[in-house]
């Protein structure tokens, strides 16, 4: 739930009883987070391997005249024609350096050098191979007035970025479930048991679990949202932010209102001790 902000864990609050060792297992990928979902490592790769690194091609656009669209977590195959280096650079350095000349048509991101990779001539093609897509932006640049062509480009990509999405989640995933479950085998059945029925002294927070059996993981203090904090405790009645219904936030197809929205509201949590946001909520 956000970008960088300190964020409130996110969990389903279906109240259904499950058999002991699935919940368990549920549970403990909950507490692995992010770090377990996270598997592949990034690397920067060999870009633009070959081809004609010159910064000689790239002529100065007047200021104005040129439209770029940028892609976050994408990259694009190298482009063709020649092609120049930027190094020790931002992604939005890289995609304005692209902007700003006449003759780069594509440009590539690697955060995890700091590399930009600028080509003469667009490709519309992903990178073919298995790296990690999130350190890269990709972007395609075009002169003012051909920007239905750069949204056509834009839009060829994400179809093309679907099946790879899906599938690295699932690889995830699958990942996340392996280390929940060798956690799973270390523990008592008492401590699982624990998993399941909660633990008292949670100061009227909706759930409080103290994960026995597992070292250096925080209890976790859930509370109901999803549209905003319902304080339990008397001490914080009428301290609750009214966000706007989450039906509006889904009606302005905007991903960045979404984000902004959910940073807001975790950030609430955080602040008033709950680190994990139940979600008992369905959007029609």
Not at 198 to 220: Q, T
Not at 274 to 283: A, K, M, Q, R, T
């Amino acid at each position: 739930l956000g970008d960088g902000a300190p964020t409130a864990g996110v969990a389903s609050s279906a109240r259904r009883r499950l058999p002991g060792r699935a919940a368990v297992i549920l549970l403990a990928s909950a507490l692995l987070g992010a770090a377990a979902l996270v598997a592949v490592a990034p690397r920067a790769g060999a870009i633009a391997a070959g081809g004609t690194q010159s910064a000689t091609f790239l002529e100065a656009a007047s200021p104005g005249s040129r439209a770029c669209v940028s892609m976050d977590g994408v990259r694009l195959h190298d482009g063709s024609g020649q092609s120049a280096n930027l190094q020790n650079t931002s992604k939005e350095e890289c995609v304005e350096a692209c902007r700003s000349s006449n003759t780069c048509d594509q440009a590539i991101y690697s955060g995890a050098n700091r590399g930009c990779y600028m080509f003469e001539k667009p490709r519309t093609q992903l990178f073919g191979g298995t790296d990690d897509q999130s350190p890269f932006t990709s972007a395609f640049c075009a002169d003012a007035g051909r920007e239905m062509r750069l949204e056509m480009m834009r839009s060829k990509i994400w179809q093309l970025m679907r099946p790879v999405e899906v599938g690295a989640i699932q690889w995830r995933w699958r990942e996340a479930e392996k280390k929940a479950a060798a956690l799973v085998a270390t523990l008592s059945l008492q401590n699982k048991m624990g998993f399941i029925m909660g633990n008292a002294g949670g100061n009227g927070y909706a759930g409080f679990l103290i994960p026995m059996g597992l070292d250096n993981v925080m209890p976790l203090k859930m509370n109901d949202g999803p549209q905003g904090y319902n304080a339990y405790q008397d001490c914080l009645r009428g301290t609750t932010t009214q966000f706007p219904a989450l039906l509006v936030v889904a009606a302005s197809f905007n991903p960045e209102t979404s984000r902004k929205y959910a940073t807001a509201v975790a950030e609430e949590f955080v602040a008033k001790g709950s680190n994990v946001l139940l979600g008992p909520d369905v959007e029609v």
